[in-house]
Every structure is written in C-alpha cells, then in structure tokens.
C-alpha cells in the first residue's frame, strides 16, 4: 500500500484500542491516546472539545500554534517532535514564541504532543 496522508491515518494497528468522541451528532474516532484517527475530521469546534476535557481554554495564542501545526503537517506530512517544532515556530512567529518556555506555558502537557493532539495531527515521533 502507498502511504498518503489520505489513507495513513486510517491504519488498524491490532491490539490498540480506539475511542471516539461525540460531536454534533457525530462520533469521531481516536486513538488510544486521543489523537484523531482521520485527519479530515478535525474541526475547530473539536479542538476546543478536547481542549475542555483537558480543562484547557484555548486563547489566540493556541490557535496560533495550533494553526501553524497544521500548515506544518500539510507540507512535511510529518507532526514535529518538540525541538523542530520550537524551531520552527521560531522561523516563523519569532524567537519570542519560538521557545520552550513559551509552547510549554500554552500546552504544559508538552507542546508537540497536546498541541498536536489539538490539531488533528498524529502522535509526533519520539513521544511517549
């Protein structure tokens, strides 16, 4: 099979048990970890769900990273692990948001792991 970013976030691993969460009359299918199964499905309006359950509000400042987190897995295809991510948002929004320090005050569960989780994107390579 050609892996696509269509088709890979459809993959059945054997063994790892999914959850969903209900939106709008929908139910929305995730991985054992929360991460959503298909990327298309994501929404702001999602977002922001799984941001309460983690007792989160999602400000300006999230949905700048959050945002930037997708365009990033548009064009690499690929969630970034904590130290590409730093520097890349880095590149693009300033060093005064390209810091740890910064990503971890927004998303204190790890910025890679909650902000993508957020996105819509998969688990980043590397977290656990």
């Not at 700048?64 to 897995?73: D, Q, T």
Request: net charge positive; charged share 25%; glycine share 8%.
């Amino acid at each position: 099979m050609v892996m696509t970013m269509t088709n890979i976030f459809s993959l059945k691993q054997p063994g790892r048990h999914k959850g969903t969460i209900k939106l709008a009359g929908r139910n929305i299918e995730t991985d054992e970890d929360g991460y959503l199964a298909n990327f298309a499905d994501w929404s702001e309006e999602l977002a922001d769900t799984m941001a309460r359950k983690d007792n989160c509000k999602l400000t300006p400042a999230h949905w700048e990273v959050i945002h930037f987190l997708r365009e990033y897995f548009q064009e690499y295809e690929i969630a970034p692990a904590v130290r590409v991510l730093t520097k890349a948002i880095g590149k693009k929004l300033g060093a005064d948001k390209g810091n740890s320090k910064y990503l971890y005050e927004l998303f204190p569960y790890g910025p890679a792991k909650q902000a993508c989780r957020y996105a819509g994107l998969p688990k980043p390579t590397g977290c656990v």
